[in-house]
């Protein structure tokens, strides 16, 4: 695993580039959901929106570290 990433002599943590990642993975994911109307059988939305970031994330970290080990 690597510790920093080096973009242009400024060093990034990695799990930053892996939150933007997820980040943009969830929201695809929202709006495929809200154009289907999935949303209407959700209680809490921000609930459900931060641990589907939480679960997109950790898919991200998971699948990157088995790819880059």
Do not use: K
């Not at 695809?28 to 994330?57: E, K, Q």
Request: hydrophobic share 60%.
């Amino acid at each position: 695993m690597m510790g920093e990433i080096d973009i242009y002599g400024v060093f990034v943590p990695s799990l930053f580039i892996w939150m933007v990642a997820g980040f943009f993975l969830s929201l695809t994911v929202r709006r495929i959901l809200s154009w289907c109307g999935l949303y209407r059988f959700i209680w809490r939305r921000p609930l459900f929106d931060l641990a589907l970031y939480v679960v997109l994330l950790g898919v991200v970290v998971s699948t990157t570290t088995r790819l880059f080990s």
